[in-house]
């Protein structure tokens, strides 16, 4: 199974909603990934975690929080965005992060807006 | 990590090889070059990498130049599904920085019937 999944895979929120996007791999993976990718841009990483543990925070707004309650899973929680953070949010994961050349298998991405 | 230039934009006759090209003249000894591609409105899906030498695997062969400054990924028999985003990204594998994706703009490949 090299799949990553992720739910919802559309989602509208106002902007006092407080929603959560999911993020799932059972390939044994250690690290998992947040990229946003505004339209007709290239996906930019927001968040890196590591054994369950955060290791890399591209300076996203704390409106953004992460969390990885196990290896297999991978939350973004949001709470008071702007519509500017509109977008498709991606999630990925390699096998390690920090050596060696993993390549990352990406989710379909859950398309965001918000009004 | 090393900076890659693409051209933006790509035509390709079904059934002919598609030839993307890549310069990384900045590319430092330990960066490897990495593809990947994206189908629209669906996550960027891996296709290869190298570090020296030249790889093939069922998708794609990969062609390094022997100063590595720059690369070729061949796509040998295009298929209306390869029109998509080809995203060539180099990256060091063995830094705490390792496992970072920095997109650039990518090559929209359009393969025509």
């Known amino acids: 199974d090299t799949e990553v999944t992720q739910t919802p895979k559309h989602l509208v929120m106002g902007m006092t909603n407080k929603k959560s996007l999911k993020c799932e791999q059972h390939m044994g993976h250690r690290a998992m990934y947040w990229y946003k990718q505004k339209a007709k841009k290239p996906p930019e990483l927001m968040f890196v975690y590591s054994y369950e543990k955060l290791s890399i925070n591209e300076s996203v707004p704390s409106r953004f929080s992460p969390e990885c309650p196990n290896s297999s899973l991978l939350n973004l929680h949001l709470h008071a965005l702007q519509p500017e953070d509109s977008a498709l949010y991606l999630c990925?994961?390699?096998?390690?992060f920090g050596q060696g050349a993993y390549e990352q298998y990406f989710g379909p991405g859950t398309r965001l807006t918000v009004t | 990590d090393a900076k890659t230039t693409q051209p933006t934009s790509m035509d390709c006759a079904e059934g002919r090889a598609a030839n993307l090209p890549c310069n990384h003249s900045t590319i430092s000894g330990n960066e490897y070059v990495y593809w990947y591609r994206q189908i629209h409105s669906q996550g960027p899906q891996y296709i290869i990498h190298g570090l020296k030498n030249n790889e093939t695997n069922e998708m794609a062969s990969l062609i390094i130049t022997e100063d590595r400054k720059s690369s070729t990924l061949i796509l040998p028999h295009a298929t209306l599904r390869d029109t998509a985003v080809y995203y060539c990204i180099v990256r060091v594998a063995g830094s705490s920085n390792t496992g970072k994706l920095i997109f650039g703009q990518g090559t929209t490949l359009q393969v025509k019937p």
């Open positions: 990925a994961s390699s096998p390690r």
